[in-house]
């Protein structure tokens, strides 16, 4: 049975980003194939992560959808080998088949930007093979999310999502234990809102008592409020994402030390070395 604490310790986890794909926002296409795949995989563990989160579907905002053979096959045989070497592993996917398969291959949490919204069926999936569960918010879907961005307080909404979701969660008998939230930085949120959470994210991560993720690294707000070295305006579309891992640590640093348990990010080395550090401070 699966336990965050079992990764986290006595520290927040740092989880790597391992995009099997040829679209993903910042780095589709570089580690499509499987052996490109394990060995960016293998690298990031050697660079201080404690899981390794493998998609084989883009979430990208206007992503087009994948289907579930095709999925599996991009992410299965990568997952096969990365657990063969120790490393904890989750699935990213939406769909039930998907994650059983992956489960099967050795991953041992299910990562759901829908929360269990697109296919319901995939939380018994989780419950039944005692794996760990991320739920995340998002409204819509990564191809109309842009039109669903519409808060009142965007905290409180993002908040009462994710308790409703976990507690579907509960309910199809996945384990408190290995629960855990994510408030969906850059999906269905424009860059306030973006902010806002991560600004009061400690009141977020209070009420849904139990551990929550954040996955700020490289995404387009970092760069709607950052100017470039030449000082013209970064609107998070024009700079390179792998120009914002700069941007992604202060937002690492911010959220460990307002309540989150789980960083994902591409950056793994700096990421872990402030995680380290940190602690230590603590």
């Not at 589709?28 to 493998?54: C, K, Q, S």
């Not at 013209?232 to 959220?255: E, F, M, N, Y």
Request: proline fraction near 4%; include cysteine; glycine fraction near 8%.
């Amino acid at each position: 049975m699966f336990a965050w604490s079992s990764v986290c310790g006595a520290r927040p986890a740092v989880m790597g980003i391992v995009n099997v794909t040829p679209d993903s926002f910042s780095d589709g296409g570089r580690f499509a194939t499987v052996d490109a795949a394990v060995e960016h995989g293998l690298r990031l563990v050697a660079d201080g992560a404690d899981l390794l989160d493998v998609g084989g579907e883009s979430t990208r905002p206007g992503a087009a959808p994948v289907g579930a053979a095709e999925e599996a096959a991009r992410v299965v045989p990568v997952i096969e080998q990365l657990v063969a070497t120790g490393v904890p592993v989750s699935v990213d996917t939406t769909k039930a088949a998907v994650a059983a398969a992956a489960l099967a291959a050795g991953a041992s949490v299910v990562n759901d930007v829908s929360a269990g919204l697109v296919e319901p069926e995939l939380l018994d999936v989780v419950a039944e093979a005692g794996a760990g569960y991320v739920a995340m918010h998002m409204r819509g879907s990564p191809r109309t999310m842009h039109e669903h961005v519409h808060y009142l307080d965007v905290v409180a909404e993002v908040s009462d999502h994710l308790l409703e979701r976990r507690d579907a969660a509960f309910a199809a008998g996945i384990a408190r234990d290995a629960m855990c939230v994510d408030p969906g930085i850059g999906f269905a949120k424009l860059a306030h809102h973006n902010l806002e959470v991560l600004a009061r994210l400690s009141e977020l991560a209070a009420r849904v008592e139990v551990p929550v993720l954040v996955g700020a690294s490289r995404k387009a707000f970092l760069g709607a409020v950052l100017d470039d070295a030449t000082g013209a305006s970064r609107d998070g579309i024009s700079v390179a994402p792998d120009d914002r891992d700069d941007a992604t640590l202060a937002t690492v640093v911010w959220s460990i030390d307002h309540g989150a348990s789980v960083v994902r990010v591409h950056a793994v080395r700096p990421a872990a070395e402030s995680v380290r550090l940190w602690s230590t401070l603590r």
